[in-house]
């Protein structure tokens, strides 16, 4: 049986939480840091990004898929979960910001998932891994 994968990746942006939370939040604004073309599905129950809210993300060749938000507390977590359209299993996310001493903000990117493929939840964690450390300051202060 596979065991359930752990990305982890930390960055620092120059800007407060309160801008960093309203780039994150704002589906579109992720394609360039995954490398995916991105479409707002529907908006969240009582906000445009809060929890409910609907995108697809289509990476490359690769089958397009949904993630829903479902937490959205302004300015310090965002949690969503792929609910459609994945050969992964469990998969979640979750963005934990913090404000730094300078007034910048840390935040915090984890993501869990599993497959039911022998060996490939392992090399998509791989690939998550360098791409978000590498995509993350695509998304400028």
């Given at each position: 049986?596979?065991?359930?994968?752990?990305?982890?990746?930390t960055?620092?942006?120059?800007?407060?939480?309160?801008?960093?939370?309203?780039?994150?939040?704002?589906?579109?604004?992720?394609?360039p840091?995954?490398?995916?073309?991105?479409?707002?599905?529907?908006?969240?129950t009582?906000?445009?990004?809060?929890?409910?809210s609907v995108?697809?993300?289509?990476?490359?060749?690769?089958?397009?898929?949904?993630?829903?938000?479902?937490?959205a507390?302004?300015?310090?977590?965002?949690?969503?979960?792929?609910?459609?359209?994945?050969?992964?299993?469990?998969?979640?996310g979750?963005?934990?910001?913090?404000p730094?001493?300078?007034g910048?903000?840390q935040?915090?990117?984890?993501i869990?998932?599993?497959s039911?493929?022998p060996?490939?939840a392992?090399i998509v964690?791989k690939?998550?891994q360098?791409?978000?450390?590498?995509?993350?300051?695509?998304?400028?202060?």
């Open positions: 049986m596979a065991t359930p994968e752990r990305v982890r990746v960055h620092v942006f120059k800007s407060d939480p309160q801008t960093v939370f309203e780039k994150l939040a704002e589906h579109e604004n992720l394609g840091v995954f490398g995916a073309n991105i479409t707002r599905l529907s908006d969240g009582t906000s445009r990004n809060g929890a409910g995108r697809r993300l289509k990476i490359g060749p690769l089958p397009a898929f949904e993630e829903t938000t479902t937490t507390e302004p300015y310090s977590l965002i949690e969503y979960r792929i609910t459609k359209g994945s050969p992964l299993k469990g998969h979640w979750r963005q934990e910001l913090s730094t001493a300078d910048g903000t935040l915090v990117y984890t869990g998932f599993d039911k493929i060996g490939m392992g964690a690939q998550l360098a791409g978000l450390a590498k995509g993350l300051p695509k998304l400028t202060d």
